[in-house]
């Protein structure tokens, strides 16, 4: 801009005033030389991994991955400001639980410097176990830096032969219990309320004591499906019955089929128990995980060579689908058409019922969109269904509930929970008219509402349904 005669007076003047070149030292004058102070120069060359997860956006690297984030910071959002990313950063305010942070520990970590014990590393594990795998960062940040897919690939390496906390035997393996629970809920609900009981076994599962343990249903949706008379519909349609709505909100289910079959839809589930493993990436039990979906699509191959649709009614399930299934099986192409065939239910009745008349409900209403609905799947499908149901609603800027799952269940993690939840969602909440309803379709956003707030919370197919009197 200036040419060289101006550049050497501005050299002269400064020598004038600064002869010790002290000041803004490198700038202008005489400037480091350009491939100086690098973040990544001729020297980086970290080690390849064999990644779980394909990082297709990254050209297939895990090291690759660790470079996406570049520093502009839109993680660090203050609490007082909307969005879902980064709501542990929102609670403790703290660098390191930012996704910037994140990122940058696992940059230095496979750079080998400062980090120099690589996937054992503490300081790693201590940042990302604050992390609420929410998926707000996928979405939100500039550079689409996926910090609940990194935390799922470091846990899967820092824990390989070595023992997990307890909570990830409890809540990772959830289904898996959740099967025995069924076979006698009375008696696990009653083991979890017992005095004293109660707390030696939330201390077992790494369990916050000051939660309330969520009821297991004394019918399971499963059970409930295959005990009746179907009804018959013109086009097949498969629910998926996730862990949560089937043993723990089996009414979900039982209003999403009720609705579905009045749309004219023949609703039918799999043959055998399965889950897509959405409690184990947070614990990164891959192995595990990658079992379950080979299970699942083997079990719905027909419906994935026939191209049925199958409707989820959890985002967390339904995300599973469409991310970490293609990232895990980025070459089969039963995975490519099991994402593309997986709707959350306001998405399959926006898309395949885009003209059936809906009920007309009269009354105001609160709606808190699930993470990863807002993050992975988008809301725009739910906006449609509620305009047609002519619903006065809010979609609260909440963010992030604080509960992500498993996560607020966590014993030390009950605090950072309740803080995120505590910025915009259990406020508005509480000031809001006692005959406002309170739509959530995540579990866990209903089970933080309805412990934080003490308000019930309905899923949207179970809005339709009680507006809907052929579908009760």
């Not at 906390?165 to 409890?170: I, L």
């Not at 919370?457 to 052929?470: F, M, Q, V, Y």
Request: charge should be positive; proline fraction near 7%.
């Amino acid at each position: 801009m200036y040419g060289p005669q101006l550049i050497q007076a501005f050299h002269e003047f400064k020598a004038i005033w600064d002869p010790r070149w002290r000041m803004n030292p490198g700038k202008v004058v005489d400037p480091f030389a350009i491939v100086s102070n690098l973040r990544v120069g001729p020297d980086y060359q970290p080690p390849e991994v064999t990644a779980h997860f394909s990082y297709p956006e990254d050209g297939g690297s895990f090291t690759r991955a660790t470079l996406r984030c570049v520093g502009v910071g839109t993680c660090r959002r203050r609490s007082s400001e909307s969005g879902v990313m980064c709501p542990s950063y929102m609670a403790t305010l703290e660098e390191r639980h930012s996704t910037r942070g994140r990122a940058r520990l696992l940059f230095e970590m496979l750079r080998g410097d400062p980090i120099t014990d690589r996937w054992q590393s503490g300081a790693v594990e201590e940042a990302l176990d604050l992390c609420l795998a929410c998926k707000g960062c996928k979405s939100d940040c500039p550079v689409n830096v996926d910090m609940a897919t990194y935390k799922a690939e470091f846990r899967a390496h820092h824990y390989r032969g070595r023992l997990r906390p307890r909570a990830a035997y409890s809540m990772g393996l959830i289904h898996e219990w959740s099967r025995l629970a069924a076979m006698v809920p009375a008696v696990s609900n009653a083991v979890f309320r017992a005095p004293g009981v109660s707390a030696l076994v939330k201390w077992a599962a790494g369990i916050a004591q000051e939660r309330a343990m969520p009821s297991y249903a004394g019918e399971s949706f499963v059970q409930w499906f295959r005990s009746r008379r179907h009804s018959p519909g013109s086009k097949r349609v498969v629910l998926w019955p996730d862990t949560f709505n089937n043993y723990f909100r089996p009414a979900t289910a039982i209003a999403a089929t009720r609705v579905l079959e009045t749309l004219g839809f023949a609703v039918t589930i799999p043959g055998r128990p399965l889950c897509c493993g959405r409690p184990l990436y947070d614990w990164g039990m891959l192995d595990r995980a990658k079992r379950g979906w080979r299970a699942i699509m083997d079990s719905l191959a027909r419906d994935i060579d026939e191209g049925t649709f199958v409707v989820g009614l959890e985002p967390a399930c339904v995300s599973a689908f469409r991310d970490e299934l293609i990232g895990l099986y980025p070459n089969d192409p039963r995975a490519k058409q099991l994402a593309q065939q997986t709707l959350l239910f306001s998405e399959f009745v926006a898309r395949c019922a885009p003209d059936a008349p809906l009920p007309h409900i009269d009354r105001r209403a609160l709606v808190q969109i699930h993470c990863h609905h807002h993050a992975v799947i988008k809301p725009g499908a739910e906006q449609e269904v509620l305009d047609r149901l002519h619903l006065d609603y809010e979609i609260m800027r909440s963010g992030c509930c604080g509960m992500a799952g498993a996560f607020g269940f966590e014993a030390g993690k009950y605090a950072v929970s309740m803080k995120a939840a505590e910025r915009v969602l259990l406020p508005r909440l509480r000031e809001a008219l006692p005959g406002t309803l309170v739509l959530a379709n995540g579990f866990s956003c209903r089970e933080q509402i309805e412990q934080g707030a003490g308000r019930r919370t309905l899923h949207i197919a179970e809005l339709i349904a009680n507006a809907w009197p052929s579908a009760a």
